[in-house]
């Protein structure tokens, strides 16, 4: 009986899965984006067949759907998912002795994908797409053993919703875009000058009518990016770049001279603090995946600031003499407290200065893109953990940013400002550090009908060198690869259209609305 069981099993296997063939014999020509750690291709592929399965561990079961749905977009080919582990030929599971962000993937006459978390087996999900070819209408494997983790933690993009509204299904589109080229971070700027996306329940009058986002639709954006190995991170910009608040409500936000200064929230005010401590807490709860909230934090506009009573009250109270940038010193310390009672560890972009009557503590994080006002290597040798979103080449505004080969030549450990009085229009090249957790391109202004467009061929470039510190393969070797991977990107989301305007355009001549 045990010698049928086995001709049994032998024979459901070969039924479901083709046995490899000499059909793959092109190894230099994998075509995977970032290019991985370590990888051994053989001159054989697996083909599967209709009885294919899929298995995996019940905490893994919406990325089998994720993958099945996927697989199905690249051809008409579905395979199903199977209830036990013995008759799958491809499996994911989790393996708590592997890093957290690495992943092992063996394709012989099976598929076995293993990975530190469910975020890993996300991003090898996405290196099995990228592997995965057609022929006669089926999908086939390249028999290969791979290894691969980033080197960089920190993988980011961020959307500004403020000034240009995106519908939900965009951001899903971008959250695809995301997670097959290994993001992990997503930032949306919700809140800024023009607009206040976000919901409140407490403070109504906060959303700007018809460009709001519900919670509902928040919760379901949460869910979607979290089962494709994505984090949101929420920002709302404090205490500059904050009309869309002072306007909802003067009487609470505003300064005395509010005419002067409708852009910055009074950071004098008791109230005011409590109030951000409740609509954080409308939302943070939101995004429970997420270890970071952003509150802005740049470009706060001081004017008339002094004159306000409440802020000289405050500022004489808690002993912080006559300058204001000391009052923003606090406010940026008095956030940070708020929070952390909420579980989270919070994130400026670069606005304050190295010098100051107040200490900024050194538990933020800070997102650091001009260089004028607290430069990178400044911030590290003082102990900040930075998250480089450095100008010039990971700023993509409209019809101002950088080719692919420009950001190909940047490095994770590197500032550039296009103005030529920056201090960074030379570059300044730090030396590498743990405190650099990695990098996040920033699309600003941009309507979401060209966002897509504009940053599928330059995310995953600064994705391939945040992944891999150093350079793998010359440009026009990577650019060849991602040729490749963007024509299944264009299958997987429907998506076709590339930017026009991708070459040609090397610099930018005056400065984005920030």
């Keep these: 009986m045990k010698k049928i069981a086995l001709f049994l099993l032998a024979v459901i296997f070969l039924q479901s899965c083709d046995s490899t ?168 700027h919700f809140t800024d000058y023009q607009s206040y996306t976000l919901p409140s329940k407490k403070y109504p009058k906060l959303s700007t009518p018809d460009r709001h986002y519900t919670f509902e639709e928040l919760e379901m954006l949460e869910a979607y990016a979290q089962e494709r190995g994505v984090t949101i991170i929420p920002e709302i910009d404090i205490p500059g770049h904050a009309s869309s608040i002072v306007e909802a409500y003067p009487e609470l936000f505003g300064i005395k001279d509010i005419k002067e200064n409708p852009w910055t929230i009074n950071m004098g005010k008791e109230e005011v603090y409590t109030a951000l401590e409740e609509i954080l807490s409308e939302i943070i709860p939101i995004f429970k995946s997420t270890p970071i909230i952003h509150i802005g934090g740049d470009e706060a506009i001081f004017h008339k600031l002094d004159n306000d009573p409440h802020v000289q009250e405050y500022m004489k109270a808690n002993n912080l003499g006559d300058d204001v940038h000391d009052l923003y010193r606090h406010f940026i310390v008095r956030m940070n407290d708020i929070v952390k009672k909420q579980g989270k560890q919070m994130a400026v972009w670069e606005g304050f200065r190295k010098e100051g009557k107040v200490e900024i503590p050194k538990d933020i994080i800070v997102y650091e893109f001009e260089t004028n006002r607290y430069l990178p290597n400044d911030l590290i040798e003082d102990g900040y953990t930075v998250v480089n979103t450095s100008w010039k080449p990971l700023y993509v505004v409209n019809r101002k940013k950088w080719e692919p080969e420009t950001i190909y030549n940047w490095n994770v450990s590197r500032w550039e400002n296009w103005f030529p009085k920056a201090p960074s229009f030379d570059p300044i090249q730090t030396n590498g550090s743990d405190l650099i957790l990695g990098a996040q391109m920033c699309a600003w202004e941009q309507a979401e009908q060209s966002e897509f467009i504009s940053l599928r061929k330059r995310l995953p470039v600064m994705n391939e060198r945040i992944w891999n510190v150093e350079h793998q393969v010359d440009f026009p070797t990577f650019m060849s690869r991602l040729d490749a991977t963007d024509e299944l990107l264009s299958k997987l989301t429907g998506n076709t259209k590339q930017d026009s305007l991708l070459h040609g355009h090397n610099y930018v001549d005056d400065r984005p609305d920030r």
């Design 21 to 188: 063939t000499e059909k793959f014999d092109h190894n230099s020509e994998v075509n995977l984006v970032p290019i991985p750690k370590q990888i051994s291709v053989s001159a054989q592929a697996v083909r599967l067949s209709e009885q294919s399965t899929i298995f995996v561990e019940e905490a893994l079961a919406p990325l089998a759907k994720i993958f099945q749905a996927e697989l199905l977009g690249l051809t008409d080919f579905k395979v199903e998912i199977a209830e036990s582990k013995n008759s799958a030929d491809i499996t994911f599971a989790i393996d708590s002795e592997q890093e957290k962000d690495s992943y092992q993937i063996k394709i012989d006459k099976e598929i076995t994908v293993t990975g530190g978390s469910y975020q890993a087996l996300a991003m090898a999900r996405n290196s099995l797409l990228q592997l995965a070819f057609v022929e006669d209408g089926k999908i086939s494997f390249p028999v290969l053993n791979m290894e691969d983790r980033p080197d960089s933690g920190y993988r980011g993009l961020m959307i500004d919703l403020a000034r240009q509204w995106h519908s939900v299904e965009s951001i899903k589109e971008l959250i695809n875009m995301s997670s097959f080229y290994k993001s992990n971070y997503l930032h949306l």
